[in-house]
């Protein structure tokens, strides 16, 4: 196959076309799992907006609650992070044993 100028463009914009595509597509799976990580995380940044108005309030009073606080709000922010990165790991090699299960199947 002898590839002239008229096929190279076209294998051009076939490629163009599949990154657009690509593009796309990861940009709507990304608004996705962020709009669930918000509605996941509503409660906890509720919490955290509360802490931070007392924050405003501090002085040397109440300075060792104040620090405790945060940190288990960060703790528990980072922990439903860490969750959420699990579960979509588990997802993946869920689906990569369904493929290599119905591959092995499809060759019997």
Do not use: C
């Not at 597509?25 to 907006?49: E, G, P, V």
């Not at 044993?97 to 119905?102: I, N, V």
Request: glycine fraction near 6%; aromatic fraction near 8%.
């Amino acid at each position: 196959m002898k590839l002239t100028a008229k096929s190279l463009k076209i294998i051009l914009v076939l490629v163009l076309i599949g990154f657009g595509v690509g593009i796309y597509l990861q940009d709507l799976q990304h608004r996705k799992s962020t709009q669930h990580a918000w509605k996941a995380n509503r409660y906890n940044l509720s919490r955290f907006d509360k802490i931070t108005v007392y924050n405003k309030k501090m002085n040397a009073a109440n300075w060792q609650k104040m620090r405790d606080s945060i940190q288990n709000q960060l703790d528990t922010l980072m922990i439903l992070r860490f969750r959420r990165e699990v579960d979509s790991i588990n997802d993946l090699n869920v689906q990569v044993e369904k493929s290599q299960t119905a591959g092995m199947l499809g060759g019997i």
